[in-house]
Each structure stands twice: as C-alpha cells, then as structure tokens.
C-alpha cells in the first residue's frame, strides 16, 4: 500500500484518536474507492459547524452508541468529507484545518487557498 499524503505531499499525519476518527477508525483521514464520501479534512470542529451540519441532516454532535460514536463537541478534531467543507464554507460555516492531517484527495474537491484560510497549522 501506498504511503498516504497530505495536501503537501508529505505523510499525511494523524487527525485524532480521542476521538478515533477516520474513515477505517484508524485516527487518520485515509481514503479508498470504498470512501465514497472522501472523509479527508481535517477540521478541529466549532458549535457554529455542528449546528451547520446538524441543519443539513448530519447531526455530528449526539452520540451514537451502536456506532462506537461518541458525538463530537467543539475543539474536537474530526475527519470530514470534503464536499461537505466546502458546502460549509460556501454557507460561512466552515470549521478550521489541519493541513498536516488533511489527505491530498481533498484537493480533487476543495482549492487549497480556502484550506490555508482555514488552517490552524500554518505560521
């Protein structure tokens, strides 16, 4: 298997494992063709956001027991599709990035110049 990139080119790096997330749960924003959904932004999420995607049917904040979910609050860093980024973006909603953990994948769907507005990783 291919080494896995970030929007650098570098070696995409962990998003968070508390809690785990992930497309396989493996605390990275990892992608496959079974990722229909591109989970591979990394957003440390805002209540602003949740809100935005709980009004969009996608309500990350309650738990999810049968899941192993445990329901997202602000601060918490998530993997998030990247067409639903850029829809939040497009609403003004968007939550921050870290680039470092966001797949390159992402940019087939979102401009790297919006990410780095966005970015909590840049100096």
């Known amino acids: 298997m291919d080494l896995a990139r970030n929007v650098f080119g570098e070696p995409l790096v962990s998003c968070s494992d508390d809690p785990m997330t992930g497309f396989f749960r493996d605390g990275c924003c990892n992608t496959s063709d079974e990722d229909l959904g591109r989970h591979t932004v990394c957003t440390r999420v805002t209540r602003e956001f949740l809100e935005f995607s709980r009004s969009r049917g996608n309500d990350l904040s309650t738990p999810r027991e ?44 979102v401009k790297i110049e919006d ?3 966005h970015a909590v990783d840049l100096s």
């Open 66 to 109: 049968a899941f192993g979910f445990p329901g997202l609050r602000p601060g918490d860093q998530w993997c998030l599709c990247a067409a639903r980024w850029q829809e939040a973006l497009d609403a003004g909603a968007a939550p921050r990035v870290v680039l470092r953990a966001t797949h390159a994948a992402t940019l087939e769907i």
């Open 115 to 117: 990410l780095k507005r």
